[in-house]
C-alpha cells in the first residue's frame, strides 16, 4: 500500500512516542487506590449523593443548553488555538476539521490509561499524514500547550482577585504568587528572545548541558529545531494575542458550563469563588492520575464548591452534571471522530495525489523525454 512521505515516519514516532510514556505498576497503583477512595467517599457521603441525583432529576432544560453551548464555545476555541498556529506556519486548515480532530484526541486522552501521550502522538500523526512537516508538527503542539496552561494561569490569577483577600483565599494565595512570579518570568525570556546575542548565549548553554550523551544532544537538537521553528510560528508580540486569547477563552467557556449547570439545577451560584475553584481543579485534573481523571475533579472541585459556600448536595449535583457534559457526552461524539479521522488518513494515504480537502493536486510537469 502507498503512504504519503513521511507517513510511515510519523507513524513509527508516534507509537514511540507513546509507548516510551505507558503507565506502568505505580501508576495503575495510584489509580487503583483513587477509585477504591472514590468508592469509600461515594458509600460516605451517599445522603449528598441522593441529594444531587434528585436535584438533577429536576433539570432545567433551558438553562442546561446554554450549558452545552457553552462547552461547545470552549471545545471550539480550543481548537482554533493549534489551527491558527498551523495558519502562521503558512498551513491553512477549516475549522471544522481541526475541531475534529481535537474533539477525538480529547477522547483518546480521556478514556485510555496514559491517554494524554497516545493522543499527541495520534494528533501529530494525523498532522504528518496530511502533509503538516514534522517539525511544525511538533512546534504546534508544544506552542498549543504552552498557550493552554498560559490560560491557565490567567484565569488562577482573576480567580485569586474575585474571590477576596479573606477565608478560603489564604490557603491558595501562595500558589498565586508563584503563578504571577511564571508568568512574569516568561514574558521576561520571550522579550529577551528577540535578541540574537541571548539566544546564542542560551543556545551555548543548552548544548552544554548535554556531555557526551549522543541522545542527549540528539534530544537537544529536537528541542531546538522545534523551539526555532516555534519563534518562526508568530513573529513579534501582537500576532500572539490571537491564538492566546484563544486558549484563555477555551477555560473561560468551561467554567462558564460549570456556572450554567448550577443555574440548570437552581443553585445559586457562589460568582466570588467560582473562578478559582475550576481553575484550581484543573491542576490536578491535568495529571490524569486516572482516566479522564475520574474521581479526581469531582472530588476536588465539589470540595472547593462547598469550601466557597456551596453545601454539599449541591455541589456534588452542580459537578456531577458538568462532568456529564464535559466529559461523558464528549467521549461517543469524540470516538466518531476518531474512527472519521483515521479512516480519511488511510484513503489519503491510499492516494496521496490528493489534497487533504479533498480537491485533487496537480501532478509535477513531466521533463522533456520522460
Known sequence: MSERPG????????????????????????????????????VWRRHELAQAFSLISRVHVPQLAVAVGCEALSVVCFAAVPR????????????RRMTAIVVAANAVAGALPGGAAFATAWVYRQLSRRGVKPVLGAAVLVVAG????????????LGMFTVGTAGAAAVVRPVAGILVLALVIGLALFSLSRFAGFRAAVRRAWFGTG????????????LVRVVEQARSLQPGFRPW??????????????????????????????WRGILLAYALTQIPGSLRLTPGSIGVVEASLSALLVLY??????????????????????????WANWIGVTFQADRLS?????????????????EPGT
Do not use: K
Request: net charge positive; charged share 15%; hydrophobic share 50%.
Open 241 to 270: 494575542l490571537r491564538p492566546a486569547a484563544y486558549a484563555v477563552m477555551n477555560w473561560v467557556f468551561d467554567a462558564a458550563c460549570l456556572a450554567a449547570c448550577l443555574w440548570a439545577l437552581g443553585i445559586g451560584v457562589p
Open 309 to 334: 459556600g456551596l453545601p454539599p448536595g449541591p455541589a456534588i449535583a452542580g459537578v456531577l452534571l458538568y462532568r456529564a457534559i464535559s466529559y461523558w457526552a464528549l467521549q461517543p461524539v469524540g
Open 146 to 157: 504552552a498557550l493552554s496552561a498560559l490560560g491557565l494561569a490567567i484565569l488562577t490569577v
Open 7 to 42: 507517513s510511515a515516519a510519523a507513524d513509527r514516532e508516534g507509537w514511540e512516542a507513546g509507548r516510551l510514556v505507558r503507565p506502568g505498576p505505580v501508576w495503575w497503583l495510584g489509580a487503583g487506590l483513587l477509585v477504591g477512595a472514590a468508592a469509600v467517599v461515594a
Open 211 to 222: 556531555g557526551r550523551s549522543g541522545r542527549v544532544r540528539q534530544a537537544q537538537m529536537l
Open 350 to 366: 491510499r492516494h496521496p495525489g490528493r489534497r487533504t480537502d479533498g480537491e485533487p493536486v496537480q501532478p509535477p510537469p513531466r
Open 84 to 95: 491558527r498556529l498551523l495558519l502562521a506556519g503558512g498551513v491553512r486548515w477549516s475549522l
